[in-house]
């Protein structure tokens, strides 16, 4: 599908909470707002990825954006939850029915799949249900 361009209206129902209060936008990073975020082998805000070494966090509150070359502190700060959002899912390794309650991994900012066309299998959460349109929620760090 290609990472988000733009902000995202993401959908979400469940509990939330704030996660990732003091980690801080690695360097040169945009993250859209409603994006899934993850966080990389510094611990510094990222936007998910088929990436070796991310850890999935939540969904963006907010549109961070940081543009210099190091990482920088999150303003405001609480710019990420855990819970349950409605992400896409796309391709030969779309997510069905048969997949709820399984975990679910991530190809981009906004889709996730099952492991058949995943690198590096970066566990995204686990799947709650799926819209009629297709749209899968996913239970993100709850």
Same mark, same amino acid.
């Given at each position: 599908?290609?990472?988000?361009?733009?902000?995202?209206?993401?959908?979400?129902?469940?509990?939330?909470?704030?996660?990732?209060?003091?980690?801080?936008?690695?360097?040169?990073?945009?993250?859209?707002?409603? *994006?899934? #975020?993850?966080? /990389?082998?510094?611990?510094?805000?990222?936007?998910?990825?088929?990436?070796? !070494?991310? $850890? &999935?966090?939540?969904?963006?509150?907010?549109?961070?954006?940081?543009?210099?070359?190091?990482?920088?502190?999150?303003?405001?700060?609480?710019?990420?939850?855990?819970?349950?959002?409605?992400?896409?899912?796309?391709?030969?390794?779309?997510?069905?029915? *048969?997949? #709820?309650?399984? /975990?679910?991994?991530?190809?981009?900012?906004?889709?996730?799949?099952?492991? !058949?066309? $995943? &690198?590096?299998?970066?566990?995204?959460?686990?799947?709650?249900?799926?819209?009629?349109?297709?749209?899968?929620?996913?239970?993100?760090?709850?």
């Amino acid at each position: 599908m290609g990472a988000l361009g733009t902000d995202r209206n993401t959908l979400r129902k469940g509990i939330d909470r704030i996660v990732c209060d003091n980690a801080l936008i690695a360097a040169n990073t945009t993250i859209f707002n409603g *994006a899934i #975020v993850a966080t /990389n082998a510094a611990g510094d805000l990222v936007p998910a990825s088929d990436t070796a !070494g991310l $850890t &999935v966090q939540g969904r963006a509150r907010q549109a961070m954006k940081n543009t210099t070359g190091a990482p920088v502190a999150i303003d405001p700060p609480s710019g990420v939850e855990a819970g349950v959002f409605k992400y896409d899912t796309s391709g030969g390794s779309a997510i069905t029915k *048969a997949d #709820v309650g399984q /975990n679910c991994f991530i190809l981009d900012d906004h889709t996730v799949v099952r492991t !058949g066309g $995943t &690198v590096h299998a970066i566990v995204c959460g686990v799947v709650d249900s799926i819209d009629s349109d297709g749209g899968v929620w996913v239970k993100i760090n709850y």
